[in-house]
């Protein structure tokens, strides 16, 4: 008789035999510039951190003090026990800096998009999704009853032929702001004009443009006009915001259907108040000043030109930056030896992102200096060319 663990050795060894087995890094140090990670210290560009706020401690101060009296946990979902003052002060806040008439908080960005996807989408819709949208965006999508069409990545001219062919449906259009992985961003007045044009409904995930994008770092919302804005915005709270959870902007009737409809809400115990009280602390901070949003920008900038020089072109608004690798093995080995220099660069293989195409995938934060990214890019340039 077989054993019924066989499988998972068989899978195990499939993942090694191709260079795909993932392993954990361990942190014993706030995610900034300089981190220990693995009992090391390393020039850290890998974290979401983008804003510096992670190690922010007057931030994660006065969140202690606003949770004070509430204690330490929640007690419940959030349609038990589990909202506080603090939870509906989140939500205005949220909803006044996107512009939405209302928001609500979910525990995190991947079960906000799980929850909103699946119970928005019935058996009666179509979900055109772009085809490197992220997994949670995807698994959303699977979790609804609506039939799935993906449209070429970032092509509007594909979107809109697919969409004149399902007249006869209910249509909601999905996609990423900025995809997470290629760090490039949509064109969200052209999906909107196409929302408009054909009667769907849009959800976009601004998980990465969130704190980032804009001149106020109010996200991909700022990027185009006030009545082209999505009908569900969808973003998280982990990336530049630096805590934790995720949130809907959106109509309140929309936002009384999820309450009601949202099984990931529903059915989650909420965030405690502390993780909600440093989220009020951060975006208050944000709001009032955009000293690290300015730093950012121009780290942006200047990796920009700097791998300009050695050959990588990026984009330059998004702290994301890709380089392409191609062979797993190689990109692991280019990620070990930027390890071994000091420097922590994970190499990012399929299934996120397509076989053979293996990259590094680079993040910047506020408080890199340029010394910092000078080495880098010094130390990208040498194994690039050496290999």
Do not use: W
């Not at 050795?9 to 900034?32: A, P």
């Not at 510096?52 to 349609?79: C, H, P, Q, T, Y």
């Not at 506080?84 to 006044?96: G, R, S, V, Y």
């Not at 055109?128 to 970032?154: P, R």
């Amino acid at each position: 008789m077989d054993d019924k663990f066989n499988y998972i050795d068989s899978k195990m060894k499939f993942l090694s035999n191709q260079n795909l087995i993932r392993k954990q890094n361990i942190f014993s140090s706030t995610q900034s510039a300089i981190s220990k990670i693995n009992g090391k210290e390393l020039l850290l560009f890998s974290s979401s951190n983008y804003l510096s706020i992670i190690e922010n401690e007057n931030i994660f101060d006065k969140g202690v003090n606003l949770a004070k009296k509430f204690g330490m946990g929640s007690g419940g979902s959030r349609l038990t026990t589990g909202s506080t003052i603090l939870h509906m002060e989140l939500e205005t806040k949220l909803a006044k800096f996107c512009g939405y008439e209302s928001a609500l908080v979910f525990n995190s960005g991947y079960t906000a998009n799980l929850g909103v996807i699946s119970s928005i989408a019935t058996e009666q819709h179509i979900i055109f999704s772009d085809e490197k949208n992220h997994a949670s965006l995807i698994d959303g999508c699977k979790l609804s009853k609506a039939k799935i069409v993906v449209y070429e990545h970032n092509n509007l001219k594909d979107l809109e032929n697919k969409l004149k062919l399902c007249y006869k449906f209910n249509k909601i259009i999905v996609s990423d702001s900025v995809f997470s992985m290629d760090g490039d961003i949509i064109n969200l007045k052209g999906i909107s004009m196409l929302g408009n044009k054909y009667n769907a409904l849009t959800i976009i995930d601004d998980a990465h443009g969130f704190g980032v994008l804009g001149e106020n770092g109010r996200g991909i919302i700022e990027l185009t006009e006030e009545k082209l804005k999505p009908d569900i915005l969808i973003a998280t709270l982990s990336k530049a915001i630096g805590v934790e959870g995720g949130f809907v902007g959106t109509s309140k009737k929309i936002r009384d259907y999820i309450l009601n409809h949202a099984r990931s809400y529903i059915f989650s115990t909420s965030m405690s108040p502390l993780t909600i009280a440093c989220n009020i602390a951060s975006l208050d901070f944000i709001s009032e000043s955009n000293e690290n949003l300015i730093r950012l920008k121009e780290n942006m900038q200047y990796i920009k030109l700097s791998l300009k020089d050695i050959g990588i072109e990026v984009d330059g608004r998004v702290p994301i930056i890709k380089v392409l690798i191609g062979d797993e093995e190689k990109a692991i080995r280019i990620s070990e030896s930027l390890y071994d220099d000091g420097i922590y660069v994970p190499a990012i293989r399929f299934p996120t992102v397509e076989k053979n195409k293996a990259i590094l995938r680079i993040t910047l934060m506020s408080s890199h200096t340029k010394e910092q990214i000078n080495f880098l890019v010094d130390r990208l340039r040498f194994y690039i060319n050496e290999e």
